[in-house]
């Protein structure tokens, strides 16, 4: 059977993949529906970068800090129920941001947006949690690819209507139509049979949530061969949410046409997160080359920005966001796969939340740095565009020298006596544990 018809087949018959996965398309078209909306409801106050490069902080911080707290929810409660009520939490705080009426109510949207981020702290590691669960072993990968171009196709949708919408029927339309994507999502999270695999053994371990926020940083620390994939976004993110950030201004400084350029570019980057994953199966096919995959993945991320930094053609800056997107959204696909095969389902939204934290943590960093940068005047936005891009080809050669070397030396420690399709079939090596029980 071709990939393409595993696809359809995957959506046709597992019902329960098929309501999550329509689930996460509703809510993720919603979340980039309203996203011009939010940007231009800042621009209309006010026209700091530092304040738009805020409130994409201020998201990263709140959804950073919260992780560990939104893992040990994932891992001790139904992850269903969490992912259920975090869509009908995030269409009333998406409803309270019409109160914004004036520039002295700004700062209404931070703190609303914060609290969102704080909910999809925990919806998202419960719903990379839950694929697992109710896919098959052989479906996974399938599995993950399909939410991976759903999610590219959404946000190109998304961020294209999104831009025009924002321009044609104002602000206060785009939160409307925000808020029912979220409730319509929860429809069909309630409608998802999640197994509920933790024994009652691993869930009275964690009565305590400072304990169980202890014990699962242990784990990850310990396992050497989950931290390693777990550490793949956060290194791409020393400059993509940096750069990210910046087509934001280079659609307003560089090419002038303000939410429909920022649609275009946006789009061009949902396209390119779309092509990658299916490039990289057939380029590495082998799961035991992942990690060295990723390694070129970010190269191709840096060398299409520095491209980027240097042309103010818009048909020609869509199609190297597209070559760049590619690559990170190879290394998002990768990462995620290796995590959810090499992890055991007790410690998996813990291990999903902690790498949450940490390329958050990450991003926001580098969005500030760059948008410090710029605000003080000490260096170009196309300069800076280069700047970051070339941080993350140095980035992706650091990757192969510690990174790439490491797992390879595990492969051959750990695996050495065993063929490689057991190899692509990791459980994984140190893991392989029995079937955990339902509750």
């Not at 087509?247 to 649609?263: E, Q, T």
């Not at 994953?277 to 992942?290: A, G, H, L």
Request: proline share 3%; hydrophobic share 50%; charged share 15%.
């Amino acid at each position: 059977m071709s990939s393409e018809n595993a696809y359809i087949r995957l959506i046709r018959t597992n019902s329960n993949f098929r309501n999550l996965w329509i689930s996460q398309s509703i809510a993720n078209f919603g979340d980039w529906f309203g996203m011009l909306a939010i940007y231009a409801l800042i621009q209309q106050y006010t026209d700091s970068e530092i304040l738009i490069g805020l409130i994409i902080v201020v998201k990263l911080m709140s959804f950073s800090v919260f992780s560990p707290v939104a893992g040990y929810l994932t891992d001790r409660y139904s992850r269903k129920k969490l992912m259920f009520w975090c869509d009908i939490g995030r269409a009333g705080i998406v409803l309270l941001l019409l109160l914004v009426q004036n520039e002295t109510m700004l700062p209404l949207v931070y703190v609303l947006i914060s609290i969102q981020m704080m909910m999809a702290a925990i919806f998202e590691p419960a719903k990379s949690s839950s694929i697992p669960n109710i896919t098959s072993r052989e479906e996974l990968v399938t599995a993950n690819v399909i939410s991976t171009l759903s999610w590219s196709i959404i946000f190109t949708l998304g961020m294209a209507i999104g831009g025009f919408a924002t321009a044609a029927f104002g602000i206060a339309v785009v939160f409307v139509l925000n808020a029912l994507t979220y409730l319509v999502s929860a429809i069909f999270i309630q409608k998802t049979q999640i197994p509920y695999l933790r024994t009652r053994e691993e869930l009275e371990s964690m009565t305590s949530p400072l304990d169980g926020i202890r014990k699962g940083f242990i784990f990850l620390r310990g396992e050497q061969q989950i931290l390693r994939p777990a550490l793949a976004k956060a290194w791409l993110e020393i400059s993509i949410g940096a750069l990210v950030y910046m087509l934001i201004l280079i659609a307003d400084d560089i090419l002038m046409m303000g939410s429909i350029g920022l649609g275009l570019l946006y789009a061009s980057r949902g396209l390119g997160t779309a092509i990658g994953p299916v490039v990289i199966r057939r380029f590495f096919p082998d799961e035991t080359k992942w990690i060295q995959a990723i390694g070129i993945c970010m190269a191709l991320v840096g060398f299409g920005y520095m491209l980027v930094g240097l042309t103010s053609t818009v048909w020609i800056m869509m199609i190297l966001v597209v070559f760049a997107h590619a690559g990170s959204g190879a290394n998002w696909v990768i990462s995620t796969i290796l995590i959810q095969k090499r992890t055991p389902d007790e410690y998996r939204g813990r291990v999903f939340s902690t790498e949450w934290l940490i390329f958050t943590l990450v991003e926001s960093v580098s969005v500030m740095i760059a948008a410090s940068l710029l605000y003080f005047n000490i260096i170009s936005l196309s300069g800076n565009v280069i700047l970051f891009g070339a941080l993350l080809v140095v980035a992706s050669i650091f990757w192969h020298l510690i990174i790439t070397r490491r797992e390879r030396g595990w492969q051959q420690k750990v695996l050495k006596d065993i063929t490689v399709p057991e190899v692509q079939n990791l459980a994984t090596a140190s893991h392989l544990g029995k079937q955990k029980a339902r509750i």
